[in-house]
């Protein structure tokens, strides 16, 4: 079984100017997500993970090395974010620390506005909104606006909203950040459903420890380096060697 | 489905709130300019209307309007025999102040020169013209006087006949409209400490004919006939030394250049100001508007949405707020303008300069807004 990476970053950096000194919040990193693979970032604060995310997602240009999807190279130093819009569309959902819906729309409309602004009629992406929420707990809550769900519910439609488009790429900073254990629990066990039932491939950088068993691999980042790779389930795909420290 | 209208919907007062603020604004900027319109036009009444070509005014005096002006009450005569000149009528007005069922009413009082003149060119909208030579009188809608009302102008009664409606003078002041003879024995029959300081040169009126003119006339009317030369016929009575001749630009040009320059400018300077001030409201509050969704704006970006979806949602909610309080500023104009004691005219021109105004100030206010939209980068979502 050998599968090829959805998402490859080679030897990415990302170095901030920062008056005399440089910042190196990334400093060559390559590793791999395949389909179906639930992969963890984890490491102390300021070590480079949401950097790593942001330049994963095709939100921030590497200032080195480069991000490839499916085998195609999309991103490098002195590349456009702007035209990666159209592609981060299709490819890419994204979940963060806060919800983020748009709060005068409710969570069906929230879900169904992804798929709104990729072309699909109305009714269609309202259905395929509402089958989404309903398959994340969330059936009874569809006219609701973000104002009146709790946390957990807001992070089900944050979640049900980067599932909108099947995409074949997650990617969440801290989800469970804001949640209590079992709510936070219940999200990452949500991620481990949605690997393994889409085959998406989800990279979730976390500092919460009690949920780390449901992870495929394990990517420990320090000062801008991956510097360790555990592999929970060695057996179930080809172990991705990336040139730790 | 639309984002603008879900972004309003969810917050349908605070919206209303907002048109009606605008609104306001605008009913201000639409009385603001239709007050100045419906000073010329009250000024510029009877000039335009009487149908005269040429006005014969005393010698070295713009009356009648802008200046007092008192001739021989025969001179239309003598006008008449001037060639080219098709009809001569004799003008009197002057303000008065009579006492009706209680109350101080304060008219213009006009003479027409009754039988040729019997009011065929007024805006009677109830009643009829003048059909006796004394003691009838045509009162305009704003003196408060009814058809059959009888009122004491001098000596004499006068019975309402006919009334006239937007009928005012340059002080917006009802015009009552008599015989000429009338008009002169009305104006002659003032009390006396008003003659009397009429004699001694105290009182400076505007009056077509005052107190101390009591049997003259303010000015002649001339039609001429359409082949007539207006400069020759002028020649022809300027030579007579103790008159003077204006003509219907003249007096335009003596009451919007001199007598009301200065209330004029004022207006336009305080229609500049509110109209400055709703430029900058109305901004202001689109840009606001914008601002107030960066967060939502980057979100936008971060799910992959097309510039159009953004730069759409923008424009729709100034054009909502910009034409919506326009229409709302309207329907107030419309609905208080009409009880105001002064005319406040609404000209479709200055409506169409007015919306066409609001439509660039939300135009720039948006292109700001979005300018500012495109900036944001989808990453903020994170800060
Ligand atoms: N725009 C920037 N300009 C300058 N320095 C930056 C910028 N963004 C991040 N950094 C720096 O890069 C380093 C890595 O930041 P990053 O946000 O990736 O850390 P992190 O691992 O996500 O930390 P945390 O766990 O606290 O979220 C930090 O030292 C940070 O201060
Ligand atoms: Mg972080």
């Known amino acids: 079984m050998t599968r090829s990476p959805i998402l490859s970053v080679r030897d990415a950096a990302r170095h901030y100017q920062s008056g005399e000194t440089v910042i190196r919040a990334l400093d060559g990193v390559s590793f791999d997500v395949f389909p179906g693979e639930l992969v963890g970032i984890v490491g102390p604060s300021g070590s480079g993970k949401s950097t790593m995310l942001l330049i994963a997602g095709l939100l921030e240009l590497p200032t080195g090395g480069c991000v490839a999807f499916e085998g195609e190279i999309v991103s490098r130093p002195g590349g456009s974010i702007a035209g990666l819009r159209d592609f981060r569309r299709r490819k890419i959902g994204f979940v963060f620390q806060k919800a983020n819906l748009i709060p005068f729309l409710t969570a069906a409309e929230n879900v169904a506005l992804v798929l709104q602004i990729d072309d699909v009629p109305a009714a269609a992406a309202r259905l395929h909104a509402e089958r989404l929420l309903a398959a994340l707990g969330l059936g009874e809550r569809l006219d609701n606006r973000p104002a009146r769900l709790s946390g957990g519910e807001q992070q089900r439609v944050a979640i049900a909203r980067a599932l909108a488009n099947d995409p074949p790429l997650l990617l969440a900073d801290e989800p469970t950040a804001a949640l209590d254990s079992v709510r936070g629990r219940q999200v990452m066990e949500l991620f481990r459903t949605i690997a393994d039932v889409r085959q998406a491939g989800i990279v979730v950088v976390t500092h919460d420890n009690r949920s780390l068993d449901l992870f495929d691999r394990l990517v420990e980042f320090s000062d801008g380096r991956i510097v360790a790779v555990t592999d929970n389930r060695p057996a179930a795909r080809p172990a991705s060697r990336p040139g730790a420290a | ?383």
Do not use: C
């Open chain 2, 1 to 383: 489905m639309n984002l603008a209208m879900k972004d309003i919907g969810s917050n349908l007062s605070r919206f209303l709130l907002t048109l009606v603020g605008v609104g306001f604004l605008i009913t201000a900027a639409i009385g603001m300019v239709g007050l100045y319109r419906g000073i010329i036009s009250d000024a510029l009444l009877i000039i335009d209307n009487i149908g005269a070509d040429l006005w014969v005014v005393q010698g070295g005096h713009a009356g009648p309007f802008a200046e007092s002006s008192a001739i021989s009450p025969t001179m239309d005569r003598r006008v008449d025999g001037v060639a080219g000149v098709a009809g001569a009528r004799r003008f009197v007005q002057s303000s008065q102040q009579f006492e009706f069922e209680g109350r101080d009413v304060r008219a213009s009082v006009t003479g027409l020169d009754f039988p040729e003149d019997v009011g065929g060119w007024l805006r009677v909208v109830r009643g009829r013209h003048l059909a006796s030579a004394h003691f009838e009188a045509i009162a305009d809608v704003s003196l408060g006087l009814a058809l059959g009302d009888e009122i004491r102008l001098g000596r004499d009664d006068y019975a309402i006949v006919g009334i006239t409606r937007g009928m005012v003078d340059a002080q917006g002041d009802g015009l009552l409209f008599v015989t000429v003879n009338d008009a002169m024995t009305i104006a002659s029959r003032r009390n006396s400490e008003e003659i009397l300081l009429a004699r001694n040169g105290m009182a400076e009126t505007a009056d077509a004919a005052s107190a101390s003119n009591a049997g003259r006339i303010a000015a002649v009317v001339v039609g001429l006939d359409p082949a007539a030369d207006p400069e020759r016929v002028r020649a022809v009575i300027g030579r007579w030394g103790d008159v003077d001749v204006l003509s219907r630009d003249d007096q335009h040009a003596l009451l919007l250049d001199q007598r009301l320059w200065r209330l004029r400018i004022q207006i336009l300077a305080f229609t500049g100001v509110l109209l400055v001030v709703m430029a900058i409201v109305i901004s202001l509050i689109i840009y606001t508007m914008t601002l107030e969704k960066l967060h939502q704006i980057a979100m936008l970006k971060l799910i992959g949405a097309r510039n159009s979806v953004i730069v759409s949602m923008i424009v729709q909610q100034a054009a909502m707020i910009g034409l919506g309080g326009f229409a709302v500023g309207l329907g107030f104009a419309e609905a208080i303008f009409p009880l105001f004691p002064r005319k406040v005219a609404i000209l479709p021109g200055d409506l169409f300069s007015l919306v066409l105004a609001v439509v660039v100030i939300s135009g720039v206010a948006s292109s700001f807004g979005i300018a500012r939209a495109m900036k944001v980068r989808a990453q903020e979502v994170l800060a």
